[in-house]
Each structure stands twice: as C-alpha cells, then as structure tokens.
C-alpha cells in the first residue's frame, strides 16, 4: 500500500458525459501527478499540481482538467467522454516539488470504461 | 520531447539474471526511475539514478551512461513474481515542476 488513495475504483459511464477522479495523495506529500495508461499509449503523464498550484502538463486534452484542493486531495475532470478515454487513470504523489530523490508513490488507479 | 526505448517483452529462467534495457534521448534530463508494474495494479518504484555508474539494491541493480543515454535494470536470483512489466522512466525539469516520461515498459516472463 503505497498510502495514495483513488477514488472511485471503477467507473463505467457513456459517450458524453462528465466523470470526476479524486485522489488523496500520501500524508505529508505536497505534489500530486496524473497519468493515463491505455493499452496501445503506455503511462502518459497528464499534469502536476504542488500545493495547490499547477506546475506542469504534459498531454492533457482541453476536454480533461484537474484542480489540487487546500486540503491536498485532487480531482481530475474528463468531460465530452469518447470511447478511446478507456483506461487506467493512476494519481501519484511525492514529497518534494524537484530534487535529487524524488520518488513518485502511484495510487490503486481508476478504471474508465466508456460505453 | 522525450523518447524512450526498451524492449517489448523478454523471457527467462527462475534463478538465472537478466538485464533490461532502456535507451533515451531528452532534454533537460533530470533523473531515470525502474518501476515494476503487475497487471492492473500501481507502478512501484525499484531504482533511481541521477548519476553514473550503478546502483544496487537487493536483487535489483539499475545502471546509468548519461553520455550515451542509456540504462539497464538488473534482475539477479530471479522469482517467478518477478513476471511483470519493467517501466523506465526519466525526469525532466519544466519550469516550477517535473514530469516522468515512460517508456512503454518490458513485459518479463519468469519461467521454471
């Protein structure tokens, strides 16, 4: 158990609509990242938020957002779902914004499943 | 941008070492990370290197050539857990944040 929660484990929705992932990152860790892992991409990075603030983005649709709360947790918005939105969705956190040893701890992951 | 390389899938014997490669080419290079991935289940991490040379931990060694942009994980007294998929990964520096760039991982099969 790496201490990274996620939220809900699977999630089975249609075409068009709007889902909500939240994770809660481990105790103490300031810095939360997204990846989408689908069979044909591999573990694409999303976005990075620390303390609240976003500080990097990788290959995040305009359809995709995300927020980190005061409390940490972080939600991911997918909205106008497509049928290639299946995938794995994993959050990860770490301790530190950058610095020599910075291991990222991955959560459980939400499965998407778009009908 | 950043491009991983590692092969797709490799096979060996319970007991025996193998050695998985990853080669890259980025900017910005801040760091390579070995992950193992199970199916359906969370990367975990197992090796970072930052520098050359190489780094042991337990049955797992990760080595590093930033000049030649290329890493190798070293499974040694190999187990039939071991069977999973090998994620190399590097980090690069943007602006105020960080951001993992994987490769699209070894599948390892452990046989007896």
């Known amino acids: 158990d790496s201490g990274v929660t996620q939220t809900p484990k699977h999630l089975i929705t249609a075409t068009g609509q709007r889902v909500t992932l939240r994770c809660s990152p481990r105790?103490?860790?300031?810095?939360v990242y997204w990846y989408q892992q689908s069979l044909d991409q591999g573990l694409q990075f999303l976005i990075q938020?620390?303390?609240?603030?976003?500080?990097a983005k990788g290959n995040i649709l305009e359809r995709f957002s995300a927020q980190q709360f005061p409390d940490l947790h972080s939600e991911l918005n997918l909205s106008s779902l497509e049928l290639g939105d299946s995938a794995l969705y994993f959050c990860?956190?770490?301790?530190?914004?950058?610095?020599?040893?910075?291991?990222?701890?991955f959560g459980p992951g939400t499965r998407l499943t778009v009908l | 941008g950043q491009n991983i390389d590692q092969p797709t899938e490799m096979t060996a014997t319970e007991g025996a070492i193998v050695q998985i490669n990853c080669t890259y080419q980025?900017?910005?290079?801040?760091?390579l990370f070995w992950y193992q991935q199970h199916a359906g289940e969370a990367p975990t991490f197992l090796s970072y290197?930052?520098?050359?040379g190489l780094e042991e931990k337990g049955r797992f060694s990760s080595f590093l050539s930033r000049s030649k942009g290329y890493s190798y994980l070293l499974l040694k007294e190999l187990q039939m857990k071991d069977s999973a998929s090998y994620l190399c990964a590097v980090r690069v520096l943007t602006g105020g944040g960080n951001k993992l760039t994987f490769g699209t991982g070894t599948q390892l099969k452990v046989e007896l």
């Open positions: 105790s103490g860790d300031l810095s």
């Open positions: 990860a956190s770490s301790s530190l914004l950058a610095s020599s040893y910075n291991e990222q701890f």
């Open positions: 290197n930052v520098l050359d």
């Open positions: 938020y620390y303390n609240g603030e976003e500080r």
């Open positions: 980025t900017s910005g290079f801040n760091g």
